[in-house]
């Protein structure tokens, strides 16, 4: 039977929509092996090629050459192991080339001084840079004159504050007395110090003090400093000291803070910063100071020992001397500090060095915390100048070039 009308034959698949097809299909897997594969490991030069555009340095052979050049960048060498460029150095000061190990070379002009040639001398050989006097200008400020504002400000004095002076009853006195019977040594009580009553005289003080530190870059501090990166103020507690620390006694520690206000209010001790040319700044009296007066309180930056174990600052102080050596601490008035600064060190080898001595330097515990004060030990006269010993505590000091 022949087929219907109605129905269609079979449509044959048309060649280009099958090679249209084919096309995609191997786009497609030529895509997804593309994302599959790693990109290509960088190519990295060889030591030879780096080695080709490196800077060249040369290495010391021996490390004694290497850390006598460091400390000639640090301008502190010594002419012995310098080099054949100093074999003729001599001193500037004196003309002579001997005692090489003590000649210092100028930073700036490259000239060499004797230690005890240059002005004022040089107890240590420095650390860090040094300059000769003529090319410090600091060394040769003149005393300025300040008037009573800049003072005031520089100081920060409080002239609203009251001062209250503690008066003393003859009830107190023979009560006092009484107490003192069964003591078979009377022990001496620290004495306020007795400010000038001149009010220009006073601002011609200050002045000193204030020229002082500000030709050494330093701001007036009456107190312990704690700053960050150094020492926290927990840290000084006077119950770490080794073998404990004397405590300064309730009449002691009411003088302390009496002279504090006196400071706080613009009466200052008589006492004058001078410039000497062999000892630097130093301290003079400006009148009659009696013995056990409280000159002073060192102040400064406090910080660990560790610290400061290469620091060049000559007038660190002893603090606290831990059981832990870790825990030590060093005032450092480098950048903040009062007039205990200036007063300088006596040469305890000598009897002349200690017979100038008219001052010593405590350390008590105050309130639990240590405080170094600078006490009086005899009667001083006006225009006498101020000394303590360097050495009270075990660091050696040298002070054999003292004056």
């Not at 100028?106 to 230690?115: A, I, L």
């Not at 003192?180 to 400010?195: A, D, E, I, W």
């Amino acid at each position: 039977m022949a087929p219907s009308s109605s129905a269609s034959p079979a449509k044959a698949p048309s060649s280009v929509s099958v090679a249209h097809k084919r096309v995609q299909n191997r786009a497609y897997s030529d895509i997804i092996r593309e994302r599959s594969e790693s990109p290509p490991p960088k190519k990295l030069r060889s030591m030879k090629e780096i080695m080709a555009v490196a800077k060249h340095v040369q290495l010391e052979e021996e490390e004694e050459e290497d850390e006598e050049e460091e400390e000639h960048d640090q301008g502190s060498v010594v002419c012995s192991g310098a080099g054949n460029d100093y074999e003729n150095l001599v001193c500037e000061q004196c003309g002579s080339g001997e005692k090489d190990d003590e000649i210092l070379l100028c930073d700036k002009c490259d000239k060499g001084f004797h230690m005890l040639c240059v002005r004022p001398i040089v107890v240590r050989v420095p650390i860090g840079q040094w300059f000769c006097p003529s090319c410090t200008a600091d060394q040769r400020r003149p005393i300025k004159s300040f008037s009573q504002k800049k003072i005031d400000d520089f100081f920060r004095i409080q002239k609203g504050s009251k001062l209250v002076m503690k008066c003393t009853s003859p009830q107190d006195i023979r009560r006092r007395r009484k107490r003192t019977l069964g003591y078979h040594k009377k022990r001496r009580r620290l004495l306020p110090f007795t400010p000038t009553e001149d009010p220009a005289r006073r601002l011609d003080q200050m002045g000193t003090l204030a020229t002082a530190l500000t030709a050494l870059g330093m701001e007036f501090s009456n107190e312990l400093t704690y700053v960050t990166g150094m020492a926290r103020k927990r840290a000084n507690q006077a119950k770490f000291e080794n073998g404990g620390m004397q405590v300064l006694s309730k009449e002691d520690t009411e003088t302390l803070e009496q002279c504090r206000a006196m400071c706080k209010s613009g009466l200052w001790p008589p006492l004058i910063v001078v410039f000497d040319s062999c000892e630097g700044y130093t301290v003079e009296a400006d009148a009659a100071i009696k013995d056990m007066t409280l000159i002073a309180e060192y102040t400064g930056d406090v910080d660990y020992i560790r610290n400061r174990q290469n620091d060049d600052c000559d007038s660190m102080m002893t603090l606290l001397l831990a059981t832990d050596p870790s825990k030590s601490l060093v005032i450092c008035p480098d950048k903040r500090g009062n007039i205990a600064r200036f007063i300088n060190g006596i040469n305890n080898h000598t009897l002349g060095g200690r017979k100038k001595q008219n001052l010593k330097c405590v350390r008590y515990n105050v309130n639990g915390e240590c405080r170094v004060l600078l006490v009086a030990i005899r009667d001083i006269s006006k225009g006498e100048r101020l000394y303590y010993d360097y050495n009270g505590y075990e660091h050696e000091y040298p002070t054999h070039h003292f004056v």
